[in-house]
Nanobody, 118 residues
Framework: QVSLVESGGGLVQPGGSLRLSCAHS???????MGWYRQAPGQERELVAA???????????SVKGRFIISTDMSTDSAKNPVYLQMNNLRSEDTAVYLC?????????WGQGTQVTVSS
C-alpha cells in the first residue's frame, strides 16, 4: 500500500508561482509519479509525470512553465515529487492530485486546490 500526501496549493495571482509537493509512504520504489488536475465540470487530465529513471512528460499547455522533479534514482524509496508551477494562468485553476504507479497499481493523493485569480 502507498499513501500520498500533497501540499503547496493555494491562491496566486496570474503570472505567479507555486510549488506542489507530494510525499509517499511506500517502502519500495515507485515506477512513475506525477500530477493530474481536475477543474469543476471537466475531465481529469495529466499535467506532468516522471519515471524512476528521470524521464519526464508534460501536457502541452504547461510545457516551459511547469517543472516536475524528484530523485527516484537513489536507493531511497521515499523521495517526494515536486511540481514547480511558474507563470500561472487562470486556466491552471483546478484540484491537483498526486499519483503513483507501482507494479501496475495506481495510488492517489487527496488533492490540493490551486486557484489562479486576481
Amino acid at each position: 500500500q502507498v499513501s500520498l500526501v500533497e501540499s503547496g496549493g493555494g491562491l496566486v495571482q496570474p503570472g505567479g508561482s507555486l510549488r506542489l509537493s507530494c510525499a509517499h509512504s511506500g517502502s519500495t520504489r515507485i515506477d512513475v509519479m506525477g500530477w493530474y488536475r481536475q477543474a469543476p465540470g471537466q475531465e481529469r487530465e495529466l499535467v506532468a509525470a516522471i519515471t524512476n529513471s528521470g524521464t519526464t512528460r508534460y501536457r502541452d499547455s504547461v510545457k516551459g512553465r511547469f517543472i516536475i522533479s524528484t530523485d527516484m534514482s537513489t536507493d531511497s524509496a521515499k523521495n517526494p515529487v515536486y511540481l514547480q508551477m511558474n507563470n500561472l494562468r487562470s486556466e491552471d485553476t483546478a484540484v491537483y492530485l498526486c499519483y503513483a504507479l507501482r507494479s501496475g497499481e495506481v495510488y492517489w493523493g487527496q488533492g490540493t486546490q490551486v486557484t489562479v485569480s486576481s
